[in-house]
């Protein structure tokens, strides 16, 4: 039996637009897709506002690149970011960038990277602008990585009566679905996942307090619910069929 391949990604973090308590959070999001080959920073590391970042990059094992602001309103960091980047892209070591920003300053980086056939997972929060979202294959809002201790706005799990009332929320599900239905009505989930990412990058069940797209779907109360086996062991597919078709 084959191993399962393991995709290499290289890990871009603007220190300016992005806070340490998400660090935690963040690499094991990012393991989820691949192992993070490259973990870099950049930041001008003598000024105070990035003593946090200082104390946790050594644990772990993330590369500070020094950046100098050579000039007042012009930020050199997001040069340096993308410099590196055009780099390691050229090297054609690596499946997928992660690039750690609010700044729409990495749209065209984001595309430029998909252009040449990798993925990008963006992550920053929720403040960034749509331009930046929409370049990336996946986007992770931070608010949902920060440590439960240093969480500024902890998100608080949506009622069944405020999902209903999510116009877009209930749209994105209801298209899905409908799109990854056989015959019968129903989706199974996975493929149903698989539709929402292409339609939105920044889709994520926990910017709604819910930790899978299973659960949040099951807490609109606007779809039947069928778990099923899978061949004769106890592994069991979700599947999911709009109330309306009932």
Not at 110 to 129: C, D, M, N, Q
Not at 153 to 160: A, H, N, W
Not at 207 to 224: S, V
């Amino acid at each position: 039996m084959s191993e399962e391949r393991t995709y290499k990604l290289a890990v871009l973090i603007d220190a300016d637009n992005a806070q340490p308590s998400i660090v935690e959070g963040l690499l094991a999001e990012i393991a989820k897709y691949g192992t993070a080959n490259v973990k870099r920073i950049y930041g001008d590391w003598t000024l105070p506002a990035l003593k946090g970042w200082k104390e946790v990059l050594l644990e772990c094992s993330i590369q500070p690149i020094q950046q100098f602001g050579y000039t007042s309103g012009k930020n050199a960091t997001d040069s340096a970011m993308i410099i590196d980047a055009m780099d390691l892209l050229y090297t054609g070591k690596f499946d997928g960038f992660c690039i750690v920003s609010s700044d729409s300053d990495f749209t065209k980086l984001a595309s430029r990277i998909r252009e040449a056939g990798l993925v990008v997972y963006g992550f920053g929060e929720k403040k960034t602008p749509k331009a930046f979202v929409s370049a990336c294959d996946k986007f992770i809002y931070t608010e949902v990585l920060r440590s439960k201790d240093d969480r500024a706005d902890q998100i608080k799990r949506k009622t069944t009566a405020e999902l209903k009332k999510d116009t877009q929320l209930v749209n994105l599900l209801r298209n899905a679905v409908e799109a990854s239905s056989d015959d019968s009505g129903w989706a199974h989930l996975a493929s149903v996942g698989s539709n929402i990412a292409k339609q939105s990058p920044e889709f994520d069940p926990r910017n709604y307090g819910y930790r899978k797209l299973g659960e949040l779907a099951a807490a609109t109360k606007l779809f039947l619910v069928e778990e099923r086996a899978v061949g004769d062991g106890p592994s069991k597919a979700v599947y999911l069929k709009d109330k309306r078709k009932k």
